[in-house]
């Protein structure tokens, strides 16, 4: 369970500091609850998963541990296909269209805030766009002068003050499933075929049709 999940963490980290350790959470929410699951959870399942696609993709071979639990085990995961085509790269001096980056924020599960605080959220100031990304420690915020990006820096996501500057990062989805055209298609069709023709009130049909 969570609790053994976390003790286990903890001792592995102090006992074995050269291995390393990622954790696969499962939802905080049951199925069919009107209630999302929290973003610090969605983002940990992102980043590890992004985790096992970069151990794939290199050569090196040390000691690694995932620690799950038993409810996370038997959920289904996005298909592995998705999440490898499913990144935005940014180089500091590069380019980037507004259209496309704001396309992406909203297909790939990112929520516009007034203030970014918590991963999966973005933010947008005139030619400032603060995106919290699903596998970082803080946000980034990415000044904009046109299509260019003339600075790239983490910033601290309580005090909002600007921390590191870098010279590129790349953007990983911020939620396990996509709300795109062809989905929500699925989602309506499937949904009819379980539940026939949706009432007015069904607000979840409705929410996700919109």
Same mark, same amino acid.
Request: hydrophobic letters at 35%.
């Given at each position: 369970?969570?609790?053994r999940?976390?003790?286990?963490?903890?001792a592995?980290t102090f006992?074995a500091?050269d291995v390393?350790?990622?954790?696969?959470?499962?939802?905080d929410c049951?199925?069919y609850?009107?209630?999302?699951?929290?973003?610090d959870?969605?983002a940990q399942?992102?980043?590890?998963?992004?985790i096992?696609?970069?151990?794939?993709?290199?050569k090196a071979?040390?000691?690694r541990?995932?620690?799950?639990?038993?409810?996370?085990?038997?959920?289904?995961?996005?298909?592995?296909?998705? =999440? &490898? %085509?499913? *990144? #935005?790269?940014?180089?500091?001096?590069?380019?980037v269209?507004e259209?496309d980056?704001?396309?992406?924020?909203?297909?790939?599960?990112?929520?516009?805030t007034?203030?970014?605080r918590?991963?999966?959220e973005y933010?947008?100031?005139?030619?400032?766009?603060?995106i919290?990304p699903?596998?970082?420690?803080?946000p980034?915020?990415l000044?904009l002068?046109?299509?260019e990006i003339?600075s790239?820096?983490?910033?601290?996501?309580l005090?909002?003050?600007?921390?590191?500057? =870098? &010279? %590129?990062? *790349? #953007?990983?989805?911020?939620?396990e499933?996509f709300?795109?055209?062809k989905q929500?298609?699925?989602?309506?069709?499937?949904y009819?075929?379980l539940?026939g023709?949706?009432h007015?009130n069904d607000?979840?049909?409705h929410?996700?049709s919109?």
């Amino acid at each position: 369970d969570d609790a053994r999940c976390e003790s286990l963490h903890d001792a592995l980290t102090f006992f074995a500091p050269d291995v390393e350790i990622v954790r696969f959470p499962a939802w905080d929410c049951l199925p069919y609850d009107r209630v999302s699951p929290s973003a610090d959870i969605v983002a940990q399942r992102v980043s590890t998963l992004c985790i096992f696609l970069g151990w794939q993709s290199t050569k090196a071979r040390k000691p690694r541990i995932v620690l799950t639990t038993v409810n996370a085990a038997l959920q289904k995961v996005m298909p592995q296909a998705a =999440l &490898e %085509n499913a *990144s #935005l790269n940014f180089v500091r001096g590069g380019r980037v269209s507004e259209d496309d980056l704001f396309n992406y924020l909203t297909g790939n599960g990112y929520h516009r805030t007034d203030t970014v605080r918590e991963p999966g959220e973005y933010a947008v100031r005139g030619g400032i766009i603060d995106i919290y990304p699903a596998d970082a420690d803080h946000p980034v915020r990415l000044d904009l002068f046109g299509d260019e990006i003339e600075s790239l820096k983490s910033f601290d996501a309580l005090s909002q003050r600007s921390l590191d500057q =870098l &010279e %590129n990062f *790349s #953007l990983t989805p911020g939620s396990e499933y996509f709300l795109r055209k062809k989905q929500i298609d699925t989602f309506r069709s499937n949904y009819r075929k379980l539940f026939g023709v949706p009432h007015e009130n069904d607000a979840l049909y409705h929410a996700i049709s919109e």
